[in-house]
C-alpha cells in the first residue's frame, strides 16, 4: 500500500461544478498536511494547508479525518482555470522530520 | 523577485558523466528539498536540508549527491548518471525544517533530464 493514495482521475466536470478529491494516508502519526497545484509540469504550487478543524479559502474547502486517515479538497463553482493535477502531500511522522509524502496527484478536467 | 532558480533548466547527458543540477533560492530559507518526479509515482523525495551543513537522506536517494556549504544554494550531483535517473527534478525551499502550518515550500521551475 502507498502512503499517500489519490484517484489519478482525470475528473472531468463542467463550469460551476462541485467536485471533491480524497487523498488516504497509512501513517498515524503524520501531523502535516497540504494540498498543492500543479499545472501542466510546471512546478507545484501550495493551494492551501489542511487543519485539523478544517479550512477554508474562498471556493476551495479541505478537510482532515485523522480516524479514517484521510485529507479531502472540494471545489466549488469549478473555473476553467481550475483544470490542474492536485498533489496531496503528508509529512511522515513529527512536524520536524522535513520527509514528504507527495501523492501522484489527482487531475481535474474543468469543461466549458 | 524571491524566487528558486534551478540550472540547467534542460539536460541531456550520456550514461557515466558527471552532471550537477544548481538550485538557488534568494529567500533566506533554512529548509531545501530534491524531488524527482516520474509518471505515475507522483513527486517522490530524494534528499533534503534542514540548514547549512544539514543533509538527510530523502525516500530515492541512491545515485545522488548533495552538499550545503551556505545557506542559498542546495546543488545535486549525480556522479555516475544511469537511464533510470531520466526524470523531472525540482528543487523547493521553506522558510523553516518544520512543516506545518502555512509553511510553504516554494519551488523552483525544474530540470528536465535526460540520460542516454
Known amino acids: 500500500r502507498k502512503e499517500v493514495e489519490q484517484d489519478p482521475g482525470p475528473f472531468n466536470v463542467p463550469e460551476g461544478a462541485t467536485v471533491a478529491f480524497n487523498c488516504t494516508y497509512s501513517?498515524?502519526?503524520?501531523?502535516?498536511f497540504f494540498w498543492y497545484r500543479q499545472d501542466c509540469r510546471k512546478e507545484p504550487k501550495l493551494l492551501m494547508s489542511v487543519y485539523s478543524s478544517g479550512n477554508e479559502d474562498g471556493r476551495f474547502t479541505a478537510q482532515l479525518n485523522r480516524a479514517s486517515q484521510y485529507i479531502s479538497l472540494l471545489i466549488r463553482d469549478s473555473k476553467l482555470s481550475d483544470s490542474a493535477t492536485y498533489l496531496c502531500v503528508v509529512n511522515r511522522g513529527s512536524s520536524n522530520t522535513g520527509k514528504l509524502i507527495f501523492g501522484q496527484g489527482t487531475t481535474l478536467q474543468v469543461k466549458p | 523577485e524571491a524566487q528558486v532558480t534551478q540550472n540547467p533548466r534542460y539536460l541531456i547527458t550520456v550514461t557515466g558523466k558527471k552532471l550537477t543540477v544548481t538550485c538557488s533560492q534568494n529567500?533566506?530559507?533554512?529548509?531545501m528539498s530534491w524531488y524527482r518526479q516520474d509518471p505515475g509515482l507522483g513527486l517522490r523525495q530524494i534528499y533534503y536540508?534542514?540548514?547549512?551543513?544539514?543533509?538527510d537522506k530523502g525516500d530515492v536517494p541512491e545515485g545522488y549527491k548533495v552538499s550545503r556549504k551556505e545557506k542559498r544554494n542546495f546543488p545535486l550531483i549525480l556522479e555516475s548518471p544511469s537511464p533510470n535517473q531520466t526524470s523531472l527534478y525540482f528543487c523547493?525551499?521553506?522558510?523553516?525544517?518544520?512543516?506545518?502550518?502555512?509553511?510553504?515550500?516554494?519551488f523552483g521551475p525544474g530540470t528536465r533530464l535526460t540520460v542516454l
Open positions: 529567500m533566506n530559507h533554512e529548509y
Open positions: 523547493a525551499s521553506s522558510p523553516s525544517p518544520r512543516l506545518a502550518g502555512n509553511n510553504e515550500q516554494f
Open positions: 501513517n498515524s502519526a503524520s501531523q502535516s
Open positions: 536540508s534542514m540548514n547549512v551543513e544539514v543533509t
